[in-house]
């Protein structure tokens, strides 16, 4: 059996790769806010949406033999969504609403097989950004640049997106994309990987 990751994203990849995991990454086409309207008008949880998204995107690819790996992350604070900033204004609004503030992120990875859920995990993580001033901000959107538009948060934790914390409570490797030790459990169990 084969494993898929139904995503391009390149932190996702990296993960995959570093930890040793042979696979091909398979844009999984879906459209994430059209699947999330109907979502929150219903009222869904930020994990419920996590998990929707994850969901589409391991069912979104159907290859026979293979094995399918679907992620997505939600970032909330006190009920407020996020989502990827679009341009460098809307990454300067986020991090000001999270500054001296605690959100959390939600972290769902789906396996599905020839578009059946096989295993699902969703993790959570607590993240305390520190206060920032406007100065502040700029300076880190200045040395981030265009990664800071790669994800929720204007923030990516393993580069200077760091330097805006002041606490982290939670799984590293999901904060950044993918909860890798129970994933790593289930490939073994899968066949994907040796025990």
Known sequence: MTLILAST???????????????????PGVDERALELPLLAAGATPTEIALALARAKAQAITTPGALVLGGDQVLDLDGERFVKPADRADA?????????KTHRLRTA??????GDIVWEFVSTASLTMRPLSEAAIERYLDEAGESALWSVGAYLLEGVGIQLFSAIDGDYFSILGLPLLPLLEILRQRGILPS
């Open 9 to 27: 994203s390149s932190t996702r990849i990296a993960l995959l790769r570093n930890a040793g995991i042979p696979f091909e990454a398979v844009s």
């Open 92 to 100: 300067a609004r986020q991090i000001a609403r999270l500054a001296g």
């Open 109 to 114: 990875v789906v396996l599905a097989s020839e």
